[in-house]
Protein backbone atom coordinates (compact mmCIF):
# COMPACT_ATOMS: atom_id res chain seq x y z
CA UNK A 1 0.00 0.00 0.00
CA UNK A 2 3.09 2.30 1.45
CA UNK A 3 4.68 2.07 -2.40
CA UNK A 4 1.66 1.88 -4.31
CA UNK A 5 1.23 5.74 -2.92
CA UNK A 6 4.73 6.50 -3.34
CA UNK A 7 4.74 5.46 -7.04
CA UNK A 8 1.27 7.49 -7.35
CA UNK A 9 3.20 10.33 -5.66
CA UNK A 10 6.04 10.30 -7.94
CA UNK A 11 3.52 9.88 -10.85
CA UNK A 12 1.71 12.79 -9.53
CA UNK A 13 4.66 14.69 -9.11
CA UNK A 14 6.06 13.91 -12.73
CA UNK A 15 2.62 14.62 -14.09
CA UNK A 16 3.08 18.18 -12.58
CA UNK A 17 -0.69 16.99 -10.82
CA UNK A 18 -0.82 18.12 -7.21
CA UNK A 19 -3.83 16.70 -5.03
CA UNK A 20 -5.52 19.24 -2.68
CA UNK A 21 -4.62 18.90 0.96
CA UNK A 22 -7.82 17.66 1.41
CA UNK A 23 -8.15 15.11 -0.29
CA UNK A 24 -4.17 14.26 0.45
CA UNK A 25 -6.14 13.61 4.01
CA UNK A 26 -8.80 11.74 2.94
CA UNK A 27 -6.78 9.12 0.95
CA UNK A 28 -4.27 9.17 3.68
CA UNK A 29 -3.86 5.02 4.52
CA UNK A 30 -5.46 4.59 7.87
CA UNK A 31 -2.94 4.67 11.36
CA UNK A 32 -3.90 2.71 14.17
CA UNK A 33 -5.42 5.88 15.34
CA UNK A 34 -8.06 6.13 12.96
CA UNK A 35 -8.74 2.29 13.23
CA UNK A 36 -9.65 2.51 17.17
CA UNK A 37 -11.67 5.51 16.52
CA UNK A 38 -13.79 3.12 14.07
CA UNK A 39 -13.28 -0.11 16.36
CA UNK A 40 -16.96 -0.58 18.01
CA UNK A 41 -18.42 -1.75 20.77
CA UNK A 42 -21.58 -3.23 21.60
CA UNK A 43 -23.17 -1.55 25.01
CA UNK A 44 -25.51 -2.81 26.98
CA UNK A 45 -27.72 0.27 28.34
CA UNK A 46 -30.19 -0.73 31.81
CA UNK A 47 -29.54 -4.14 30.89
CA UNK A 48 -30.63 -4.66 34.59
CA UNK A 49 -34.45 -2.72 34.39
CA UNK A 50 -37.48 -4.59 32.93
CA UNK A 51 -39.21 -2.13 31.24
CA UNK A 52 -42.09 -2.61 28.33
CA UNK A 53 -42.13 0.48 27.06
CA UNK A 54 -39.53 3.12 25.11
CA UNK A 55 -40.00 6.54 23.16
CA UNK A 56 -37.65 7.20 20.68
CA UNK A 57 -37.48 10.48 18.49
CA UNK A 58 -34.76 12.20 16.01
CA UNK A 59 -33.40 14.81 17.82
CA UNK A 60 -30.96 15.41 14.55
CA UNK A 61 -31.08 13.59 11.44
CA UNK A 62 -33.31 10.83 9.42
CA UNK A 63 -33.08 7.25 11.41
CA UNK A 64 -34.21 4.05 10.08
CA UNK A 65 -36.27 2.01 11.88
CA UNK A 66 -35.77 -1.84 10.73
CA UNK A 67 -39.07 -3.88 12.31
CA UNK A 68 -37.20 -7.38 12.04
CA UNK A 69 -39.74 -10.73 12.94
CA UNK A 70 -38.95 -13.93 14.17
CA UNK A 71 -36.85 -15.81 17.13
CA UNK A 72 -33.84 -14.75 15.64
CA UNK A 73 -31.30 -13.29 17.83
CA UNK A 74 -29.91 -9.53 17.01
CA UNK A 75 -26.89 -11.05 15.79
CA UNK A 76 -28.28 -12.72 12.96
CA UNK A 77 -29.43 -9.32 11.42
CA UNK A 78 -28.09 -9.99 8.17
CA UNK A 79 -29.42 -13.70 7.57
CA UNK A 80 -32.85 -12.47 8.46
CA UNK A 81 -32.58 -9.74 5.64
CA UNK A 82 -31.37 -12.06 3.61
CA UNK A 83 -33.54 -14.83 4.21
CA UNK A 84 -36.77 -15.64 1.97
CA UNK A 85 -38.87 -17.96 4.14
CA UNK A 86 -39.65 -15.06 7.16
CA UNK A 87 -43.08 -15.53 8.07
CA UNK A 88 -43.79 -11.63 9.03
CA UNK A 89 -42.08 -9.60 6.42
CA UNK A 90 -39.46 -6.90 7.75
CA UNK A 91 -40.57 -3.78 7.40
CA UNK A 92 -38.61 0.10 7.38
CA UNK A 93 -40.19 3.05 8.71
CA UNK A 94 -37.78 6.74 8.66
CA UNK A 95 -38.40 8.57 11.24
CA UNK A 96 -37.16 12.70 10.42
CA UNK A 97 -36.04 15.22 12.72
CA UNK A 98 -38.30 15.72 15.09
CA UNK A 99 -40.52 12.72 14.92
CA UNK A 100 -40.92 9.88 17.34
CA UNK A 101 -42.42 6.60 18.18
CA UNK A 102 -43.43 4.66 21.06
CA UNK A 103 -42.59 0.74 21.14
CA UNK A 104 -44.25 -1.57 23.58
CA UNK A 105 -43.57 -5.18 24.50
CA UNK A 106 -46.93 -7.37 24.17
CA UNK A 107 -47.42 -10.88 24.09
CA UNK A 108 -47.22 -11.58 20.40
CA UNK A 109 -43.68 -9.08 20.51
CA UNK A 110 -42.91 -5.48 20.07
CA UNK A 111 -45.11 -2.78 18.23
CA UNK A 112 -45.01 0.38 17.83
CA UNK A 113 -46.81 3.53 16.96
CA UNK A 114 -45.31 6.97 15.30
CA UNK A 115 -45.75 10.30 15.50
CA UNK A 116 -46.98 10.80 11.55
CA UNK A 117 -50.03 8.08 13.21
CA UNK A 118 -48.67 5.01 11.52
CA UNK A 119 -49.14 1.78 14.05
CA UNK A 120 -46.97 -1.50 13.45
CA UNK A 121 -49.49 -4.21 15.18
CA UNK A 122 -47.48 -7.51 14.11
CA UNK A 123 -45.02 -7.90 16.86
CA UNK A 124 -41.60 -7.85 15.92
CA UNK A 125 -38.34 -9.26 17.88
CA UNK A 126 -36.09 -6.84 17.29
CA UNK A 127 -36.10 -2.87 16.07
CA UNK A 128 -33.00 -1.86 14.76
CA UNK A 129 -32.47 1.98 14.55
CA UNK A 130 -29.50 3.22 12.48
CA UNK A 131 -28.61 5.99 9.62
CA UNK A 132 -29.36 9.47 12.09
CA UNK A 133 -27.02 11.55 13.84
CA UNK A 134 -28.90 12.13 17.18
CA UNK A 135 -31.51 10.30 18.76
CA UNK A 136 -33.40 10.53 22.19
CA UNK A 137 -34.58 7.61 24.05
CA UNK A 138 -36.56 7.27 26.85
CA UNK A 139 -37.73 4.66 29.47
CA UNK A 140 -40.42 5.47 31.63
CA UNK A 141 -38.58 6.50 34.71
CA UNK A 142 -35.58 7.79 33.70
CA UNK A 143 -34.57 11.00 32.02
CA UNK A 144 -33.80 10.85 28.22
CA UNK A 145 -30.89 9.60 26.79
CA UNK A 146 -28.83 10.94 23.96
CA UNK A 147 -27.63 8.42 21.99
CA UNK A 148 -25.40 8.18 18.17
CA UNK A 149 -24.66 5.06 16.39
CA UNK A 150 -27.03 2.25 16.08
CA UNK A 151 -29.71 0.99 18.30
CA UNK A 152 -31.01 -2.11 18.68
CA UNK A 153 -33.97 -2.80 20.80
CA UNK A 154 -35.02 -6.24 21.06
CA UNK A 155 -36.81 -8.78 23.22
CA UNK A 156 -35.84 -11.14 25.97
CA UNK A 157 -39.65 -12.31 26.50
CA UNK A 158 -39.81 -10.78 29.68
CA UNK A 159 -38.45 -6.99 28.91
CA UNK A 160 -37.43 -4.73 26.02
CA UNK A 161 -33.64 -4.83 25.62
CA UNK A 162 -31.51 -1.85 24.76
CA UNK A 163 -27.98 -2.13 22.78
CA UNK A 164 -25.72 0.45 21.83
CA UNK A 165 -23.09 0.07 19.28
CA UNK A 166 -20.85 3.06 18.92
CA UNK A 167 -17.23 3.74 18.08
CA UNK A 168 -14.94 3.65 20.79
CA UNK A 169 -13.59 6.69 20.76
CA UNK A 170 -17.48 8.04 21.50
CA UNK A 171 -17.63 5.68 23.95
CA UNK A 172 -14.44 6.99 26.08
CA UNK A 173 -15.32 10.58 25.35
CA UNK A 174 -19.12 9.56 26.75
CA UNK A 175 -17.65 8.16 29.81
CA UNK A 176 -15.11 10.29 31.00
CA UNK A 177 -17.46 13.41 30.25
CA UNK A 178 -19.54 11.54 32.86
CA UNK A 179 -16.99 10.81 35.01
CA UNK A 180 -15.13 13.85 35.22
CA UNK A 181 -13.77 15.08 38.74
CA UNK A 182 -11.59 17.24 37.31
CA UNK A 183 -11.10 19.56 34.58
CA UNK A 184 -7.37 19.33 34.36
CA UNK A 185 -6.08 18.56 31.00
CA UNK A 186 -3.78 15.80 32.26
CA UNK A 187 -6.01 14.18 34.33
CA UNK A 188 -8.73 14.18 31.57
CA UNK A 189 -5.51 12.61 29.62
CA UNK A 190 -4.72 10.29 31.77
CA UNK A 191 -8.35 8.96 32.49
CA UNK A 192 -8.81 8.67 28.57
CA UNK A 193 -6.23 6.18 28.41
CA UNK A 194 -7.46 4.68 31.40
CA UNK A 195 -11.37 4.34 30.37
CA UNK A 196 -9.61 3.28 26.86
CA UNK A 197 -7.44 0.85 28.05
CA UNK A 198 -10.23 -1.08 30.43
CA UNK A 199 -12.35 -0.44 27.57
CA UNK A 200 -10.16 -2.78 25.04
CA UNK A 201 -9.30 -5.32 27.93
CA UNK A 202 -13.23 -5.96 28.74
CA UNK A 203 -13.76 -6.68 25.16
CA UNK A 204 -10.92 -9.02 24.96
CA UNK A 205 -11.82 -10.75 27.76
CA UNK A 206 -15.42 -10.79 27.12
CA UNK A 207 -16.82 -9.12 30.12
CA UNK A 208 -20.34 -10.67 29.46
CA UNK A 209 -20.61 -14.00 27.60
CA UNK A 210 -24.30 -15.11 26.52
CA UNK A 211 -25.26 -11.36 25.98
CA UNK A 212 -25.48 -9.73 22.92
CA UNK A 213 -23.03 -6.92 24.16
CA UNK A 214 -19.64 -6.65 25.33
CA UNK A 215 -19.99 -4.07 27.93
CA UNK A 216 -22.48 -2.39 30.76
CA UNK A 217 -23.18 1.10 31.09
CA UNK A 218 -22.38 1.15 34.58
CA UNK A 219 -19.32 0.69 37.24
CA UNK A 220 -19.15 -3.29 36.80
CA UNK A 221 -17.66 -2.34 33.31
CA UNK A 222 -17.81 1.60 32.22
CA UNK A 223 -20.57 4.46 33.36
CA UNK A 224 -21.87 5.14 29.78
CA UNK A 225 -24.46 7.71 29.36
CA UNK A 226 -24.83 8.17 25.70
CA UNK A 227 -23.66 11.88 24.29
CA UNK A 228 -25.43 14.25 25.99
CA UNK A 229 -23.01 14.83 28.55
CA UNK A 230 -19.92 14.90 25.96
CA UNK A 231 -17.55 17.73 26.83
CA UNK A 232 -15.44 18.79 23.76
CA UNK A 233 -12.26 19.42 25.92
CA UNK A 234 -12.53 15.46 26.45
CA UNK A 235 -13.55 15.16 22.43
CA UNK A 236 -10.53 16.53 22.33
CA UNK A 237 -7.59 15.37 24.46
CA UNK A 238 -9.66 11.75 23.39
CA UNK A 239 -8.04 12.52 19.73
CA UNK A 240 -5.03 13.61 21.26
CA UNK A 241 -4.07 10.13 23.08
CA UNK A 242 -4.41 8.71 19.78
CA UNK A 243 -4.22 5.14 20.51
CA UNK A 244 -2.48 4.85 23.83
CA UNK A 245 -3.20 2.22 26.60
CA UNK A 246 -1.45 1.07 29.53
CA UNK A 247 0.48 -2.19 29.52
CA UNK A 248 2.14 -4.37 32.10
CA UNK A 249 4.31 -7.09 30.64
CA UNK A 250 3.17 -7.20 26.95
CA UNK A 251 -0.67 -7.33 28.23
CA UNK A 252 -3.39 -5.36 28.86
CA UNK A 253 -4.00 -4.18 32.15
CA UNK A 254 -7.55 -3.82 33.63
CA UNK A 255 -6.98 -0.60 35.55
CA UNK A 256 -9.35 -0.01 38.25
CA UNK A 257 -10.07 3.58 39.71
CA UNK A 258 -12.18 5.55 42.43
CA UNK A 259 -12.75 9.05 43.05
CA UNK A 260 -10.87 9.51 46.45
CA UNK A 261 -8.39 6.72 48.54
CA UNK A 262 -8.36 9.01 51.63
CA UNK A 263 -4.52 9.34 51.48
CA UNK A 264 -3.39 5.27 51.18
CA UNK A 265 -4.24 3.08 47.81
CA UNK A 266 -4.97 -0.26 49.13
CA UNK A 267 -4.15 -3.71 46.63
CA UNK A 268 -6.33 -5.74 44.21
CA UNK A 269 -5.24 -8.41 46.12
CA UNK A 270 -6.67 -6.98 49.46
CA UNK A 271 -9.59 -5.65 48.14
CA UNK A 272 -10.64 -8.02 45.51
CA UNK A 273 -8.63 -11.02 46.52
CA UNK A 274 -7.05 -10.47 42.88
CA UNK A 275 -3.50 -12.58 42.55
CA UNK A 276 -2.91 -11.38 38.52
CA UNK A 277 -2.76 -7.65 38.98
CA UNK A 278 0.97 -6.60 40.24
CA UNK A 279 0.22 -3.26 38.68
CA UNK A 280 -2.30 -2.49 42.05
CA UNK A 281 0.03 -3.10 44.98
CA UNK A 282 -1.05 -0.95 48.46
CA UNK A 283 1.03 2.23 48.27
CA UNK A 284 0.54 5.94 49.92
CA UNK A 285 -1.07 8.32 47.67
CA UNK A 286 2.17 10.92 48.14
CA UNK A 287 4.32 12.00 45.04
CA UNK A 288 7.79 12.18 46.42
CA UNK A 289 8.36 16.05 47.17
CA UNK A 290 4.95 17.08 45.92
CA UNK A 291 3.56 17.98 49.25
CA UNK A 292 1.51 16.16 51.36
CA UNK A 293 -1.55 13.47 50.31
CA UNK A 294 -2.73 14.05 46.50
CA UNK A 295 -6.06 13.83 47.68
CA UNK A 296 -6.17 15.94 50.41
CA UNK A 297 -8.16 18.53 48.72
CA UNK A 298 -11.17 16.18 48.16
CA UNK A 299 -14.58 16.46 50.06
CA UNK A 300 -14.52 12.67 50.61
CA UNK A 301 -11.22 12.63 52.01
CA UNK A 302 -12.52 12.72 55.57
CA UNK A 303 -16.65 12.13 56.00
CA UNK A 304 -18.91 11.18 59.15
CA UNK A 305 -22.49 9.84 59.28
CA UNK A 306 -24.42 8.51 61.64
CA UNK A 307 -26.78 5.79 61.14
CA UNK A 308 -29.71 4.41 63.62
CA UNK A 309 -28.85 0.54 64.87
CA UNK A 310 -32.49 -0.31 63.85
CA UNK A 311 -31.51 0.80 60.30
CA UNK A 312 -28.63 -1.42 60.37
CA UNK A 313 -30.26 -4.16 61.70
CA UNK A 314 -32.65 -3.73 58.61
CA UNK A 315 -29.70 -3.72 56.28
CA UNK A 316 -28.73 -6.98 57.39
CA UNK A 317 -31.86 -8.49 56.80
CA UNK A 318 -32.50 -7.29 53.54
CA UNK A 319 -28.67 -7.42 52.22
CA UNK A 320 -27.93 -11.10 53.38
CA UNK A 321 -31.02 -12.58 54.29
CA UNK A 322 -33.30 -11.70 52.06
CA UNK A 323 -35.55 -9.97 54.23
CA UNK A 324 -35.97 -12.25 57.30
CA UNK A 325 -35.61 -10.90 60.82
CA UNK A 326 -32.73 -11.73 63.48
CA UNK A 327 -31.19 -13.91 61.02
CA UNK A 328 -27.68 -11.69 61.57
CA UNK A 329 -27.68 -9.41 65.17
CA UNK A 330 -24.67 -7.63 64.44
CA UNK A 331 -21.76 -7.36 62.13
CA UNK A 332 -17.78 -6.55 62.90
CA UNK A 333 -14.77 -5.91 60.97
CA UNK A 334 -13.20 -9.42 60.48
CA UNK A 335 -10.10 -8.29 58.13
CA UNK A 336 -8.20 -5.04 58.06
CA UNK A 337 -5.32 -4.41 55.49
CA UNK A 338 -2.36 -2.34 56.44
CA UNK A 339 -3.88 0.94 54.93
CA UNK A 340 -7.07 0.25 57.60
CA UNK A 341 -9.20 -0.40 54.76
CA UNK A 342 -11.65 -3.38 56.13
CA UNK A 343 -11.64 -5.92 53.43
CA UNK A 344 -13.73 -9.08 55.28
CA UNK A 345 -16.55 -8.54 57.56
CA UNK A 346 -17.83 -10.96 60.07
CA UNK A 347 -21.69 -11.05 60.06
CA UNK A 348 -22.81 -12.28 63.87
CA UNK A 349 -26.15 -14.43 64.55
CA UNK A 350 -27.36 -17.61 63.84
CA UNK A 351 -25.28 -19.04 60.86
CA UNK A 352 -22.02 -16.39 61.37
CA UNK A 353 -21.06 -15.62 57.83
CA UNK A 354 -17.88 -13.80 56.06
CA UNK A 355 -18.56 -11.89 53.27
CA UNK A 356 -15.63 -9.30 51.49
CA UNK A 357 -15.52 -5.92 52.41
CA UNK A 358 -16.32 -4.68 49.23
CA UNK A 359 -19.57 -6.60 48.95
CA UNK A 360 -20.64 -4.58 51.90
CA UNK A 361 -19.51 -1.31 51.19
CA UNK A 362 -21.52 -1.62 47.35
CA UNK A 363 -24.75 -3.45 49.54
CA UNK A 364 -24.52 -0.54 52.04
CA UNK A 365 -24.51 2.35 49.39
CA UNK A 366 -27.88 0.90 47.73
CA UNK A 367 -29.49 0.60 51.05
CA UNK A 368 -28.04 3.88 52.47
CA UNK A 369 -27.18 6.10 49.46
CA UNK A 370 -23.57 6.70 47.43
CA UNK A 371 -22.96 9.57 50.04
CA UNK A 372 -24.07 6.85 52.69
CA UNK A 373 -20.85 5.06 54.39
CA UNK A 374 -18.21 6.49 51.20
CA UNK A 375 -15.38 3.66 51.87
CA UNK A 376 -14.66 0.73 54.03
CA UNK A 377 -11.66 2.62 55.43
CA UNK A 378 -13.72 4.10 59.02
CA UNK A 379 -13.93 4.17 62.89
CA UNK A 380 -17.26 3.59 64.61
CA UNK A 381 -18.09 5.53 67.63
CA UNK A 382 -20.72 2.82 69.21
CA UNK A 383 -23.51 4.93 71.14
CA UNK A 384 -26.79 3.79 72.48
CA UNK A 385 -28.80 4.13 69.37
CA UNK A 386 -26.75 4.49 67.07
CA UNK A 387 -23.24 4.35 65.67
CA UNK A 388 -20.97 7.60 64.20
CA UNK A 389 -18.64 6.25 61.32
CA UNK A 390 -15.56 8.49 60.77
CA UNK A 391 -14.31 7.43 57.48
CA UNK A 392 -11.80 8.33 54.99
CA UNK A 393 -12.09 8.48 51.24
CA UNK A 394 -14.66 7.69 49.00
CA UNK A 395 -15.27 3.97 46.70
CA UNK A 396 -13.02 1.08 46.53
CA UNK A 397 -9.74 2.69 46.81
CA UNK A 398 -8.04 0.46 44.39
CA UNK A 399 -5.89 1.83 41.19
CA UNK A 400 -5.74 5.10 40.65
CA UNK A 401 -7.35 7.74 43.18
CA UNK A 402 -8.81 10.66 40.69
CA UNK A 403 -9.00 13.17 43.42
CA UNK A 404 -5.39 12.19 43.81
CA UNK A 405 -4.61 12.74 40.10
CA UNK A 406 -5.74 16.28 39.91
CA UNK A 407 -4.15 16.79 43.18
CA UNK A 408 -0.66 15.68 41.23
CA UNK A 409 -1.99 17.69 37.90
CA UNK A 410 -2.41 21.17 39.77
CA UNK A 411 1.06 20.20 40.93
CA UNK A 412 1.96 20.08 37.65
CA UNK A 413 2.88 16.41 36.95
CA UNK A 414 2.19 15.07 33.31
CA UNK A 415 -0.25 12.49 33.00
CA UNK A 416 1.80 9.65 31.79
CA UNK A 417 3.89 10.28 35.49
CA UNK A 418 0.74 10.18 36.81
CA UNK A 419 -0.41 6.69 35.07
CA UNK A 420 3.16 5.28 36.44
CA UNK A 421 2.06 6.48 39.68
CA UNK A 422 -1.13 4.62 39.99
CA UNK A 423 -0.12 2.02 37.81
CA UNK A 424 3.32 0.87 39.18
CA UNK A 425 5.25 -1.00 36.48
CA UNK A 426 3.06 -0.60 33.56
CA UNK A 427 3.96 1.72 30.34
CA UNK A 428 2.26 3.49 27.98
CA UNK A 429 2.12 1.82 24.45
ZN1 LIG B 1 -20.50 -4.98 32.95
ZN1 LIG C 1 -5.97 9.56 47.08
Redesign the pocket.
Known amino acids: MKSFCRIAIVIAVFFGLTLPLSAQARSKPSSDTTKSATDTIRVGLEATEIFSTIRVQSFSGNWRLTFMPGNQSPKTVGSILASATTPVATVSELLVEGEDASLMLVPKGIIARLSTEKDLEQGYKTVVIEGGELLSIEIPGHPPTILQGRIEIGNNGNSLTLVNTVNMHQFIVSCVSKMLLSNEPEVIKAMVIVVRTRLQYLKEHAAHPDTDYEVCDTDHCLPFAGCGYNRELVDILTTMTGNLSLMHKGKLIMPRFHH??????SSAKDVYGSDNEPYHPAHD?IFEGKGS????H?PG?HWTIELQKFDILDFLSVAYAAGADRIYASWEPEKIDANGRIFQVLLRGRKPKSVSGIDFLQKLQSHFGPNSIKSMKFNMDVLKRTIVFRGM?NGD?VGM?L??AD?LAKKSVKYDEILRFYYPGSELK
Not at 260 to 265: A, D, L, S, V
Not at 293 to 296: D, T
Open positions: TCGGRIDENCFSFGGCSGG
